[in-house]
């Protein structure tokens, strides 16, 4: 069988993506439960703010997790006050679930502890490789969005 032929640059940044991910990630989980919310919920509240009330169904695609998943993760968000179900105004048996004020600033503060923790890590970088960095993630980032 061959091999495929990857530079060694591609090895290196690939396992340098993976690591930096497990970083991030841990210390998110570690912030989140200073909120007292899941990694699960706060997916999903993002979900739904970047893509506006979904439903039980969407949500779950978008999750890629079971129906009976979400309704269970929403029946918790709810009783926070996280979010709430709301019929749809077009057509009444469809329920949606929107964000409410409370979750909307959850995340936004979540989002600024990461961001510290991220400021924090990037101190000692020049501004111009700070910038660098920034242009070179979004080009990686446009070459593989699409074939999501």
């Known amino acids: 069988m061959k091999k495929n032929s990857v530079s060694e ?3 290196e940044i690939e396992r340098y993506l993976r690591k930096t991910d497990s970083i991030i990630r841990k210390k998110g989980r570690e912030i989140l439960k200073d ?3 899941t990694a699960p919920q706060f997916t999903a509240l993002q979900w ?6 979904l ?3 969407e949500l779950s695609q978008s999750m890629k997790l079971a129906c009976s998943t979400i309704t269970d993760l929403i029946d918790r968000m709810e ?3 996280l979010v709430t179900r709301k019929k749809d105004t077009k057509d009444k048996r469809v329920v949606r679930i929107h964000v409410e004020q409370k979750g909307l600033d959850l995340v936004q503060k979540v989002l600024e502890k990461r961001r510290l923790f991220l400021d924090e890590k990037l101190k000692n970088f020049k501004e111009k490789d700070k910038n660098n960095l920034v242009k070179n993630l979004e080009l990686l980032y446009l070459a593989m969005k699409d074939e999501n």
């Open 79 to 81: 009783k926070n006050n």
């Open 35 to 37: 909120f007292n919310i």
């Open 48 to 53: 739904l703010i970047n893509d506006g009330d």
């Open 55 to 57: 439903t039980i169904g």
């Open 9 to 11: 640059s591609v090895i």
